[in-house]
């Protein structure tokens, strides 16, 4: 019979005692900061992407049509990979550390940090763009008729109004790049997972380790749920828009990942 | 010369806010605008009926090149609207000298399309601010001015959402109107209205008939009556007939205006 190792357990689920072993603490920020970072440049990347496949110039379609077909296409474990070791074989681009004060950031956590923005502007893009499709087109015309310029009108009167849309799909993006965010673990960026595989490979206690690690994640994700229920219930004040969904609802209703 | 963007001044009589020359414009195989010339002088005021998908509409939306067109020119206080002619062909005008053009041109629509998210005030300082380039100050005490005119000085802080149809088409006119344009396109401005909110835009819209050059594509007898200084019937995208109101109404020259004319008038 397995021997369930309480002292592990404890040690590692109970922050107190976990983050005072540096590489969880570490991982912890890092998995935060990545995860931020990531989701703000997807983003702006898929706003660029949207706009680039809503354009009439043919070359900026193609190229944004290109660029969501080849990230949503394949898996992002892979183009990490090709990103970080592919580039750095072919000494196309060796991500070098960058130092920040006291602060250290590898080549691998950037690399990695590019790799899920890129990826998750690919998926960002159909929500900006599906987003501003929502917008009834007498909106453009409207802002058109006054002498706006597609730019003024996009900034101004379209996204304000699209933001309403994309924001809910946004925070259950933004769920799931924190969870994605250990897949960096391949190319050893120092994030959460890391930390634990780290851990584990010293101790080997896979099942206490992991336990303890699904319990991080769940924290970060459960914290996420309850920004985002206040989030959008702000948003839906002023407006008769349909009420965002409740904390219990958000955190014990299945919702299908990508 | 090619840089020749404006017509010779000479081909125009400077009276002449809108003038149509043999415009043509299809969707697929439908002709939907049919040889169309027209001219509106500055202060009249024309009133176009036609049965649904004749072309009146489009024909309005050309105006501010919201449509685009195959041929012919279309000319707005003498200058092309939305092209540019070299060597006999018709090139789109760039994006901005497109947005210039309209700038001068007042637009209200059927459904008022104003902007959910912005009060009626936010509503009509927006483009005078980002386009006219005019300070908040000078914006908002135009829009104070406009809001008076079209009777909701005490909506300005009210969103388009918490405004009736009638209030919120008032405050789609004054938007419009705060651009200072040279003339008013008016696209079937009362038929999303309930029936007891359209007196208060054709009262708006009279009131207004008497300053300025508008366009008014509606059904609505009573304005066309005591507003329009000309009438045309479009059906099947030409311009069936052009007259006054009461010869338009009393006396309609064509069979297919009478037609029309007795299935809207029971």
Same mark, same amino acid.
């Given at each position: 019979?397995?021997?369930?190792?309480?002292?592990?357990?404890?040690?590692?689920?109970?922050?107190?005692?976990?983050?005072?072993?540096?590489?969880?603490?570490?991982?912890?920020?890092?998995?935060?900061?990545?995860?931020?970072?990531?989701?703000?440049?997807? %983003? /702006?990347? #898929?706003?660029?992407? $949207?706009?680039?496949?809503?354009?009439? +110039?043919?070359?900026?379609?193609?190229? !944004? =049509?290109?660029?969501?077909?080849?990230?949503?296409?394949?898996?992002?474990?892979?183009?990490?990979?090709?990103?970080?070791?592919?580039?750095?074989?072919?000494?196309?681009?060796?991500?070098?550390?960058?130092?920040?004060?006291?602060? %250290? /950031?590898? #080549?691998?956590?950037? $690399?990695?940090?590019?790799?899920?923005? +890129?990826?998750?502007?690919?998926?960002? !893009? =159909?929500?900006?763009?599906?987003?501003?499709?929502?917008?009834?087109?007498?909106?453009?015309?409207?802002?058109?008729?006054?002498?706006?310029?597609?730019?003024?009108?996009?900034?101004?009167?379209?996204?304000?109004?699209?933001?309403? %849309? /994309?924001?809910?799909?946004?925070?259950?993006?933004?769920?799931?790049?924190?969870?994605?965010?250990?897949?960096?673990?391949?190319?050893?960026?120092?994030?959460?997972?890391?930390?634990?595989?780290?851990?584990?490979?010293?101790?080997?206690?896979?099942?206490?380790?992991?336990?303890?690690?699904?319990?991080?994640?769940?924290?970060?994700?459960?914290?996420?749920? %309850? /920004?985002?229920?206040?989030?959008?219930?702000?948003?839906?004040?002023?407006?008769?828009?349909?009420?965002?969904?409740?904390?219990?609802?958000?955190?014990?209703?299945?919702?299908?990942?990508? | 010369?090619?840089?020749?963007?404006?017509?010779?001044?000479?081909?125009?009589?400077?009276?002449?806010?809108?003038?149509?020359?043999?415009?043509?414009?299809?969707?697929?195989?439908?002709?939907?605008?049919?040889?169309?010339?027209?001219?509106?002088?500055?202060?009249?005021?024309?009133?176009?009926?036609?049965?649904?998908?004749?072309?009146?509409?489009?024909?309005?939306?050309?105006?501010?090149?919201?449509?685009?067109?195959?041929?012919?020119?279309?000319?707005?206080?003498?200058?092309?609207?939305?092209?540019?002619?070299?060597?006999?062909?018709?090139?789109?005008?760039?994006?901005?000298?497109?947005?210039?053009?309209?700038?001068?041109?007042?637009?209200?629509?059927?459904?008022?399309?104003?902007?959910?998210?912005?009060?009626?005030?936010?509503?009509?300082?927006?483009?005078?601010?980002?386009?006219?380039?005019?300070?908040?100050?000078?914006?908002?005490?135009?829009?104070?001015?406009?809001?008076?005119?079209?009777?909701?000085?005490?909506?300005?802080?009210?969103?388009?959402?918490?405004?009736?149809?009638?209030?919120?088409?008032?405050?789609?006119?004054?938007?419009?109107?705060?651009?200072?344009?040279?003339?008013?396109?008016?696209?079937?401005?009362?038929?999303?209205?309930?029936?007891?909110?359209?007196?208060?835009?054709?009262?708006?819209?009279?009131?207004?008939?008497?300053?300025?050059?508008?366009?008014?594509?509606?059904?609505?007898?009573?304005?066309?009556?005591?507003?329009?200084?000309?009438?045309?019937?479009?059906?099947?995208?030409?311009?069936?007939?052009?007259?006054?109101?009461?010869?338009?109404?009393?006396?309609?020259?064509?069979?297919?205006?009478?037609?029309?004319?007795?299935?809207?008038?029971?």
């Amino acid at each position: 019979m397995y021997h369930f190792d309480w002292a592990v357990f404890w040690k590692y689920l109970w922050p107190g005692t976990a983050l005072q072993d540096p590489l969880i603490r570490t991982g912890l920020i890092v998995t935060v900061v990545v995860s931020v970072v990531a989701q703000l440049v997807g %983003v /702006i990347l #898929g706003l660029f992407a $949207a706009l680039g496949k809503m354009s009439k +110039i043919g070359p900026l379609r193609v190229i !944004a =049509e290109a660029y969501i077909w080849y990230f949503r296409g394949t898996p992002l474990l892979v183009q990490m990979m090709l990103l970080f070791f592919g580039l750095g074989v072919t000494h196309i681009y060796n991500f070098p550390d960058l130092h920040i004060g006291a602060i %250290v /950031i590898s #080549g691998a956590i950037q $690399a990695g940090t590019m790799a899920l923005a +890129i990826n998750e502007g690919a998926y960002m !893009a =159909e929500i900006v763009r599906s987003g501003i499709e929502a917008i009834d087109p007498g909106q453009l015309e409207a802002a058109k008729s006054l002498g706006m310029t597609y730019g003024q009108a996009m900034r101004r009167i379209i996204l304000p109004q699209a933001a309403k %849309v /994309i924001i809910p799909p946004l925070g259950n993006e933004f769920n799931n790049m924190m969870k994605t965010t250990s897949i960096m673990e391949v190319i050893s960026a120092a994030e959460l997972f890391f930390a634990f595989t780290q851990v584990n490979a010293r101790l080997f206690k896979p099942f206490e380790l992991f336990i303890a690690a699904s319990f991080y994640y769940l924290a970060l994700t459960t914290i996420w749920s %309850v /920004i985002q229920s206040w989030i959008e219930s702000s948003l839906g004040e002023r407006k008769s828009v349909q009420r965002a969904p409740g904390f219990f609802q958000r955190v014990f209703t299945f919702k299908g990942a990508h | 010369m090619a840089t020749l963007i404006a017509p010779p001044a000479a081909d125009l009589d400077s009276n002449v806010i809108v003038k149509f020359e043999h415009v043509n414009k299809y969707y697929g195989t439908v002709h939907v605008l049919n040889d169309i010339c027209l001219e509106v002088r500055k202060n009249e005021v024309l009133v176009i009926i036609g049965p649904s998908g004749s072309g009146k509409s489009t024909l309005l939306r050309s105006i501010n090149h919201l449509e685009k067109i195959n041929s012919g020119h279309i000319y707005v206080n003498g200058r092309m609207i939305g092209y540019y002619e070299r060597n006999g062909r018709l090139y789109e005008e760039s994006e901005k000298n497109i947005a210039q053009q309209r700038a001068a041109i007042g637009m209200v629509f059927q459904r008022f399309n104003l902007f959910p998210h912005l009060t009626a005030m936010e509503n009509i300082i927006e483009a005078p601010m980002r386009v006219l380039k005019l300070s908040r100050e000078n914006a908002e005490a135009e829009a104070d001015r406009l809001l008076k005119r079209v009777g909701l000085a005490d909506k300005s802080r009210n969103y388009p959402g918490q405004l009736s149809g009638g209030q919120q088409q008032r405050i789609a006119i004054a938007r419009a109107l705060a651009m200072k344009p040279s003339l008013m396109l008016f696209d079937e401005p009362t038929s999303a209205l309930d029936p007891e909110m359209i007196g208060e835009v054709l009262d708006v819209m009279k009131e207004l008939a008497q300053e300025m050059t508008m366009i008014v594509v509606s059904h609505e007898m009573g304005f066309a009556r005591a507003a329009a200084d000309r009438m045309i019937f479009v059906d099947d995208g030409r311009i069936i007939e052009n007259s006054t109101p009461e010869e338009l109404y009393t006396h309609p020259q064509e069979a297919r205006t009478r037609e029309f004319l007795s299935k809207i008038l029971h």
